[in-house]
């Protein structure tokens, strides 16, 4: 049967996806000041981080609305949506509302709108699934039962250079945003069960931070043989760092490094590591 896998445009795809007749991106918007950018094909993130720097506010991000993702379902066939945490995004409540409109207007496919409870390259890993399961020819409840369970299982970490988007976007708690406010400390930090944003330590420096994300990376048994994306917002030379640090103490079986979309850019901000398995 044919299918389409729908992503919204926080999920950091390699360019062999991004190139899959298969695969549709549906995008985003970002507000900076008065000037709002969507997050496409024709995003160039060195001006999105210049507009950035240059506004004295947070950027503000909106989802897509549920027609942007009704556009894009096949008729017939299996539609696999992939969107951003539902605790930080509308974008999966968006996605369901299409699902639901295509029902009542007698849509004859399959729809599963996966909520990634993560961002970025966690939304990577799961697209990566469902393409590798649907080449295997696995009937559509097969690949959504398997992704689900991955789902459930995925490790979300991230060091950022700069919180202050997430903060004056309430993406984090009151304290985490004390704390860093405050000290000016490096954050590692996760995603929960649940999709939100949780505090794991913190360091001086963003490559301390990085030392004790590998850390934990390597003091996690369930690691071994998994693969590992690793999403960076301009900064490839300190991904392929992190990735050399991974590799000298971790035993994953593949690492793929991503660079961060319009939306994961926002949030990430200069310099930023995302890293899923």
């Given at each position: 049967?044919?299918?389409?896998?729908i992503c919204d445009?926080?999920?950091?795809?390699?360019?062999?996806?991004?190139?899959?007749?298969?695969?549709?991106?549906?995008?985003?918007?970002?507000?900076?000041?008065?000037?709002?950018?969507?997050?496409?094909?024709?995003?160039?993130?060195?001006?999105?981080?210049?507009?950035?720097?240059?506004?004295?506010?947070?950027?503000?991000?909106?989802?897509?609305?549920?027609?942007?993702?009704?556009?894009?379902?096949?008729?017939?066939?299996?539609?696999?949506?992939?969107?951003?945490?539902?605790?930080?995004?509308?974008?999966?409540?968006?996605?369901?509302?299409?699902?639901?409109?295509?029902?009542?207007?007698?849509?004859?496919?399959?729809?599963?709108?996966?909520?990634?409870?993560?961002?970025?390259?966690?939304?990577?890993?799961?697209?990566?699934?469902?393409?590798?399961?649907?080449?295997?020819?696995?009937?559509?409840?097969?690949?959504?039962?398997?992704?689900?369970?991955?789902?459930?299982?995925?490790?979300?970490?991230?060091?950022?250079?700069?919180?202050?988007?997430?903060?004056?976007?309430?993406?984090?708690?009151?304290?985490?945003?004390?704390?860093?406010?405050?000290?000016?400390?490096?954050?590692?930090?996760?995603?929960?069960?649940?999709?939100?944003?949780?505090?794991?330590?913190?360091?001086?420096?963003?490559?301390?931070?990085?030392?004790?994300?590998?850390?934990?990376?390597?003091?996690?048994?369930?690691?071994?043989?998994?693969?590992?994306?690793?999403?960076?917002?301009?900064?490839?030379?300190?991904?392929?760092?992190?990735?050399?640090?991974?590799?000298?103490?971790?035993?994953?079986?593949?690492?793929?490094?991503?660079?961060?979309?319009?939306?994961?850019?926002?949030?990430?901000?200069?310099?930023?590591?995302?890293?899923?398995?």
């Open positions: 049967m044919t299918y389409r896998l445009s926080c999920t950091d795809l390699p360019m062999e996806l991004l190139s899959d007749p298969h695969v549709r991106k549906v995008p985003l918007s970002i507000q900076v000041g008065p000037e709002t950018v969507i997050d496409g094909e024709d995003l160039r993130q060195g001006e999105l981080l210049q507009k950035m720097r240059a506004w004295p506010d947070a950027p503000k991000t909106a989802c897509p609305s549920p027609s942007m993702y009704l556009e894009q379902f096949l008729d017939s066939g299996d539609n696999y949506v992939v969107t951003l945490s539902g605790q930080l995004s509308g974008s999966y409540n968006a996605a369901m509302q299409a699902r639901a409109i295509y029902r009542e207007e007698g849509g004859t496919g399959n729809v599963h709108v996966f909520n990634s409870r993560s961002a970025s390259s966690g939304q990577c890993q799961i697209a990566l699934l469902v393409r590798e399961l649907t080449a295997r020819s696995l009937p559509f409840a097969q690949v959504v039962e398997q992704v689900e369970a991955y789902i459930k299982r995925m490790q979300t970490l991230f060091v950022l250079e700069n919180l202050d988007n997430l903060r004056k976007n309430g993406r984090l708690t009151r304290m985490q945003a004390l704390v860093t406010g405050a000290l000016r400390v490096k954050l590692l930090c996760s995603a929960t069960p649940e999709g939100e944003i949780q505090k794991l330590g913190q360091g001086l420096s963003v490559r301390q931070t990085l030392a004790k994300m590998v850390s934990r990376m390597a003091e996690d048994a369930g690691h071994a043989g998994r693969r590992l994306v690793i999403a960076h917002c301009n900064c490839r030379e300190r991904a392929e760092t992190v990735r050399e640090m991974i590799e000298r103490r971790c035993r994953f079986g593949e690492i793929l490094i991503v660079t961060t979309g319009g939306i994961s850019t926002v949030y990430a901000d200069d310099g930023g590591i995302i890293a899923a398995y």
